[in-house]
C-alpha cells in the first residue's frame, strides 16, 4: 500500500505537458525551441512519433513534433517561447527594414 502511495506521489510530481507543437516542416524551430528550454534547465521531453505502418508503406503521413515540460515548468516555458518568438519577428523584421531601405 505505502509503495503504491509513492509511486502515485512520484508520477504525480512528474507529470509533463506539451508547451509546443509543430508539423515536421518546422524541424529546425522546434529543435530551436527545445535548446531554448534545455538551457533554462526545464528538462524537456522532445517527441516525434514514427508511424510505421505508413513507413513500411511509403505512405507519407504527416508527423507531429511536440514538446513537454514539468507542470511546474508550464508558465516559465510559455514565458521563454513567447520572448522567443518576439524576438524573432523583431529580427525579422529589421531585415526587411534594411533591405527595403538599401533598394530605394
Known amino acids: 500500500m505505502v509503495t503504491g502511495m509513492i509511486i502515485y506521489y512520484v508520477q504525480k510530481q512528474n ?3 506539451v ?3 509543430a508539423g515536421e516542416e ?3 524551430t522546434s529543435q530551436q525551441m527545445f535548446w531554448l528550454l ?3 534547465h526545464l528538462n524537456p521531453k522532445y517527441s516525434a512519433p514514427i508511424d510505421w505502418i505508413s ?3 511509403f505512405h507519407n503521413s504527416p508527423i507531429t513534433i511536440t514538446i513537454s515540460v514539468l507542470e511546474k515548468d508550464v508558465g ?3 514565458n521563454l517561447i513567447m520572448n522567443y518568438n518576439t524576438e524573432q519577428r523583431k ?3 529589421n531585415i526587411v527594414n534594411e533591405r527595403n531601405k538599401t533598394t530605394m
Do not use: C, F, G, P
Open 26 to 28: 518546422d524541424i529546425t
Open 15 to 17: 507529470k509533463y505537458v
Open 55 to 57: 513507413t513500411m508503406t
Open 91 to 93: 529580427l525579422e523584421r
Open 76 to 78: 516559465k516555458a510559455q
Open 38 to 40: 534545455k538551457n533554462n
Open 19 to 21: 508547451v509546443y507543437e
